[in-house]
């Protein structure tokens, strides 16, 4: 399996391969991925050429889509992916053995000429059947979030984007951050207007300007959500926008937030005593209480609905502030009910 930057470099002397898998759960990069090989291979204006087909029933369809005509060009891009969360369909690891075989034939007959696929998944069990066949058809790209020197080099990568130098402290404090690259590349944004010329950027000047008090205040959103407090935690939305922030700046601290529960939670179940490497101390005893009669399969489904909600508000699918609200309402009344059991 190949470095996600590795292969983003490799992308900038050659065609991307004819088909290509992405696997992880880290949507920004993922996207940066997606968008970065449609551009290649259609161009900039390529967002144009590309047919989305979801789970099994997209996977049945793909002889038709390499054959449909692009009004725009002659190349196209065709994404297959698992069906995104509230959407009707079936995992593509669902897949049976006779599903499997037509939908390999499929694949081996992609006209490559004109068509370039993308197969999008989250991590699956490297044992899985459909995992098997991916590894022989495809080239595989880990899009799961970066961790030590990955993210290290992600970090300078997106430094050196914006034209950056930064203070070591601030270098460090990145690199050791939970939060996510996605939060990281609009916080080089910013810092790259707000430096002035030939000066450093310092870490005062990304903590003013940045996710610092978004973050503090998402996980004060979240504590209440945990103690089913849903009107506070609508109140406290309500301050960040009334600070000018915009449900782009607040997903991604809030899907920093689950995911922190997410591994505390994942690694309490596991039998495993403390927390889970990379996530503070003073995280684990704040979380771990409130999620001791909270299932683990709860949590996930909370962190799809977030990531749902993360792709909506960045391809206006649907009205991500109102799916918002909705998390909120459904996920403060679960809570409420798991403090009255306890």
């Given at each position: 399996m190949k470095d996600a930057l590795s292969f983003l470099r490799e992308l900038k002397g050659a065609e991307p391969p004819s088909v290509v898998h992405l696997l992880g759960d880290d949507t920004w990069l993922r996207d940066t991925v997606r968008r970065r090989i449609v551009e290649t291979w259609c161009g900039e204006e390529g967002a144009s050429q590309v047919e989305r087909l979801a789970g099994v029933d997209g996977a049945r369809r793909l002889d038709s889509a390499f054959g449909s005509f692009s009004l725009f060009g002659e190349r196209k891009a065709i994404l297959l992916s698992d069906p995104l969360p509230g959407e009707k369909g079936r995992s593509l690891s669902a897949m049976g053995e006779r599903q499997l075989q037509d939908f390999s034939e499929s694949v081996r007959a992609l006209p490559s000429d004109s068509n370039r696929l993308i197969v999008e998944t989250g991590s699956p069990k490297k044992t899985g059947a459909f995992h098997r066949l991916m590894a022989d058809l495809a080239v595989q790209v880990d899009t799961s979030p970066p961790t030590g020197g990955s993210r290290r080099k992600w970090v300078e990568m997106l430094v050196r984007k914006e034209g950056l130098r930064l203070e070591t402290k601030l270098l460090e404090t990145l690199n050791a951050a939970g939060v996510s690259l996605g939060v990281l590349a609009a916080d080089m944004e910013k810092l790259a207007l707000a430096v002035d010329e030939g000066q450093e950027a310092s870490l005062e000047l990304w903590e003013s300007l940045t996710q610092a008090e978004p973050e503090a205040t998402v996980w004060e959103i979240g504590d209440r959500l945990g103690r089913g407090q849903v009107g506070p935690a609508?109140?406290?939305?309500?301050?960040?926008?009334?600070?000018?922030?915009?449900?782009?700046?607040?997903?991604?601290?809030?899907?920093?937030?689950?995911?922190?529960?997410?591994?505390?939670?994942?690694?309490?179940?596991?039998?495993?005593?403390?927390?889970?490497?990379?996530?503070?101390?003073?995280?684990?005893?704040?979380?771990?209480?409130?999620?001791?009669?909270?299932?683990?399969?709860?949590?996930?489904?909370?962190?799809?609905?977030?990531?749902?909600l993360d792709r909506c508000s960045k391809q206006s699918w649907e009205n991500p502030r109102i799916l918002l609200d909705r998390f909120l309402v459904e996920a403060g009344s679960r809570a409420k009910g798991e403090w009255r059991k306890s």
């Open positions: 609508w109140a406290g939305l309500a301050a960040l926008e009334g600070q000018g922030l915009t449900i782009h700046e607040i997903l991604p601290s809030l899907l920093n937030w689950n995911q922190q529960r997410l591994r505390v939670r994942s690694f309490s179940v596991g039998g495993f005593q403390g927390g889970p490497p990379g996530v503070h101390p003073f995280v684990v005893k704040k979380t771990a209480g409130g999620l001791s009669r909270t299932p683990l399969a709860e949590i996930r489904r909370e962190q799809k609905s977030l990531l749902y």
